[in-house]
């Protein structure tokens, strides 16, 4: 009896794995090539086990996915599918289980070593261009790549291993820190850039108005400064500019002349006694050179002589030419710089 109890269950043990068996592999076979004329309907057409589980699992990946290429709200996501229950072959032993996925604590972890080794600053290792707004994916591994850079890379290479550290059957995690830090550094672009212009606009209204401290650059500030002046000076007259310049010359003679008769009433205030002790201070002096155009004061060419209320003697020419250009109302003395009377020697 003992022998015939061990027997039912052993064969109900090898009924019951190759029932595991069967199952585990209905599941994990595609199925492909199904005819379109089959009903759709009854129990000869009953989809495989889990297969409406999973195909409801991609159509919410897929949603899921549209919703960050749109822009409306970047929240990282796990890019490989949602793993399925486990067959009664895995649970019996009979066929290994799927290695366990990583938690959210172990994604953190692994985006913390990504972020510390510099991974999303750097390029892409396969097409060797910066990740800017292009997808981009995490590994378990804490590589990064380029989403479409991963996929060809599997799809060429015919198995899922890292590009980087061959590590196989990883993770992929859809990130959007390189976006996050070109975003950054466009920004810190355009802000420098609005700076820089600020500062040039700055600087071009203080160099209008104030001078700078360099004796070149300060000489160049003053003369365009007059050079405006006198544009707009110009601009300014109505009338002819030669006529302008010779009613200048008439208004510049009248001056002088006005001078000039001043200083002959101021000449003539002086009394006798005065001036014999200027001609006397003159020839105890004993200059015989006139100090402006530094010729003998007697000299052939008959020009007269001049003696000032200072004791100072010049040629009569070289005096009112002095007074011609003199800047002064008053003009005075060229020697002492004192005002004067003037008599002819």
Known sequence: MRRGLTSKADSGRLTLAAVALQDHITRSVPV????????????SCVAPHGF??????????????????????????????????????????????????????????????????????????????EFRLQPQVLLSCSHVFH??????????????????????????????????????????????????YVARKWYRNIRKQVPPKDPLLRRRFFEKKFQEMNDSLVQSCSTDIEAFLNEIDRSVAVSHDILRRFNSNYACEMEDKD?????????????????????????????????????????????QAFEFFCQEVKPTCPLCRSRYAKMLV
């Open 147 to 196: 989403k479409v850079c991963l996929k060809s890379f599997e799809k060429f290479s015919g198995r899922k291993s890292c590009p980087m550290c061959r590590k196989e059957q990883y993770e992929t995690r859809v990130i959007y820190d390189g976006a996050q830090l070109y975003r950054e550094k466009c920004a810190r672009r355009i802000q420098a850039l609005w700076r820089g």
């Open 32 to 43: 492909r090539n199904i005819p379109r004329n089959l009903p759709t309907s009854g129990s």
């Open 275 to 319: 001036w014999l002790e200027a001609q006397e201070k003159a020839i105890q002096r004993g200059v015989q050179d006139c100090p402006i155009c530094l010729n003998h004061l007697n000299s052939k060419e008959g020009r007269k002589v001049l003696l000032l209320s200072c004791s100072h003697v010049f040629h009569e020419p070289c005096l």
């Open 52 to 129: 409406k589980r999973h195909q409801k699992q991609i159509s919410r990946q897929k949603v899921r996915v549209a919703e960050g290429t749109h822009g409306q709200v970047e929240e990282e996501y796990v890019l490989d599918q949602a793993p399925v229950h486990l067959t009664l072959a895995q649970k019996m032993g009979l066929v290994p289980a799927p290695s366990r996925r990583l938690t959210t604590e172990e994604w953190t972890e692994v985006k913390a070593r990504s972020v510390q080794e510099g991974d999303s600053i750097q390029p892409c290792v396969i097409c060797r261009e």
